[in-house]
């Protein structure tokens, strides 16, 4: 009997100076899907993914921005889920974090490969040409990953004073496990890095990221829908769990309204990926959960995610440490040690 394995995809900032050459290591054999975003690209006038891939030195720059970063991500994560050994697992559901939406329609059959690209494309260009403010990240993790009441409250705090002000916005992006991510405008932004507490990491200024997923980017969403089609947007083949923790069963939703969510509030409304996760947990029992590469750091998050809602009786970093000791629950393919229980031999 096959395994059942939840997907998740990643989001922007996951193509570091460590993933450079990722498709050439892992995906050689990949030519024909790399060569179609390839293609896609060159008609943009826009550096390949090959190129960016095999560039000789990894380059803020040049790796980092949208336009470039989106579906350099895209093509290495479709490549890993293309590359996921079916004999072994059936895919039960898919979910991503922020920018993984786009990933996780193109894996669940809402879109195909090519508009898939075609929208990850865009929205990375629109983000870097049009895209306001930026966002800040800053944990609420305790030493046994759950969330630390004392810096919830400091988040509540913050709303709260930013609530009573008209000289700077800030709004809660994303929730990524015990994890939040701020999206401001520029004094918001200035305000944000002063008034969080600090440690040694924490608080955060993502590079080259606007403010998504909130009402900053409200002018985004005309210009992402006449950019793309509806006609792009099927009803799928797996099931799609979404930043609100909706699940979007394969046939049994209008194309109109995934497309409606998709470039609507999913680009200026909170994501809430932590409810994603405990809810594809929860509703498909997978014996094994997958993150698609590139990159390794939505391990933590996904993890303090299932030790907030208990899932499987994890209560703590400890626990989730011993559980991966015997074949990893959490199966990271950025990570070759663990690459190899999600692929074939």
Not at 51 to 69: F, I, Q, R, T, V
Not at 84 to 92: F, G, L, P, Q, S
Request: charged share 20%; hydrophobic share 45%; glycine share 8%.
């Amino acid at each position: 009997m096959k395994e059942k394995l939840l997907v998740i995809c990643p989001g922007r900032g996951t193509y570091n100076a460590t993933e450079l050459g990722y498709l050439k290591r892992h995906h050689a054999t990949q030519g024909e899907l790399v060569a179609r975003i390839d293609a896609l690209r060159s008609a943009e006038g826009q550096p390949s993914i090959s190129e960016l891939d095999s560039a000789e030195k990894y380059s803020p720059s040049l790796h980092m921005p949208g336009d470039n970063a989106s579906l350099l991500i895209y093509a290495c994560a479709l490549s890993d889920f293309a590359a996921i050994d079916r004999e072994r697992y059936e895919i039960v559901a898919v979910t991503g974090n922020s920018m993984g939406w786009y990933l996780a329609l193109a894996c669940a059959g809402v879109v195909d490969l090519d508009a898939g690209a075609r929208l990850v494309n865009t929205m990375g260009r629109l983000m870097h040409e049009k895209g306001q403010g930026g966002q800040v990240v800053w944990s609420l993790a305790d030493g046994d990953w759950r969330i630390e009441p004392a810096k919830a409250a400091v988040v509540d705090a913050v709303l709260a004073e930013v609530a009573a002000r008209d000289d700077l916005a800030v709004h809660v992006s994303i929730r990524l496990g015990a994890m939040v991510v701020f999206a401001a405008d520029d004094a918001g932004m200035k305000w944000l890095m002063e008034r969080l507490p600090k440690d040694d990491r924490f608080p955060m200024k993502l590079n080259y990221h606007a403010a998504f997923h909130s009402p900053l980017l409200d002018h985004i969403v005309p210009l992402a829908k006449a950019s793309n089609p509806l006609g792009d947007f099927g009803t799928g083949t797996i099931p799609a769990i979404d930043g609100t923790g909706r699940v979007w069963s394969p046939k049994a939703f209008d194309p109109a309204a995934i497309y409606d969510y998709t470039l609507g509030a999913q680009i200026n409304r909170s994501y809430d990926f932590t409810r994603a996760v405990q809810v594809a947990a929860y509703e498909f029992c997978p014996d094994r959960i997958a993150i698609l590469g590139p990159g390794t750091t939505l391990g933590a998050p996904v993890a303090q995610a299932l030790i907030a809602c208990g899932w499987r009786g994890l209560s703590s970093k400890n626990d989730f440490q011993l559980r991966q000791k015997d074949g990893p629950l959490l199966i990271s393919m950025g990570m070759p040690e663990q690459r190899a229980y999600a692929v074939s031999a």
